[in-house]
Each structure stands twice: as C-alpha cells, then as structure tokens.
C-alpha cells in the first residue's frame, strides 16, 4: 500500500471524549491530531495516548483558556 496524503484530525474532546478518538490506531506519520480540552476534561487515556505516539504523527494538545457554549465552534 502506498503513502496517502497528509490528514489533519482536529478534536474538541470536551464535547466528544475518548468516542471521539475512534479509530487512532488507523493514524500513520504523515498526520496531524491537535485535541482542544479543558478544565473540565483533562484526561486521554494510556491507549488513546499509546495509539498518538505509536503512530509517530504531529500531536498537539491545545488547553483552552475559557469555555462556554459552543466555545470550539468555528
């Protein structure tokens, strides 16, 4: 199987949790994951963060610094 494109996952784990992370072990290098949390959710699981590392792709946790409704809408 070839290389595919780059694929770009951006995750507002605040609102979708770990159902939300379906599907990393599907990851590959070329990908970028950036998750959005906040006070209210700050834990990944060991096998979420596992299936990240793993894959070796770009991975960047964003803390946002306020919340409210519908804060990651954009």
Do not use: H, P, W
């Amino acid at each position: 199987m070839g290389a595919r494109d780059e694929l770009q996952f951006l995750v507002d784990y605040e609102n979708v949790r770990e159902a939300g992370l379906d599907g990393l072990e599907y990851l590959c290098d070329t990908d970028a994951v950036t998750i959005f949390y906040s006070a209210a959710c700050e834990k990944i699981s060991r096998r979420s963060m596992d299936f990240i590392l793993q894959s070796r792709c770009r991975f960047q946790a964003v803390r946002l610094k306020r919340t409210g409704k519908n804060a990651l809408d954009f």
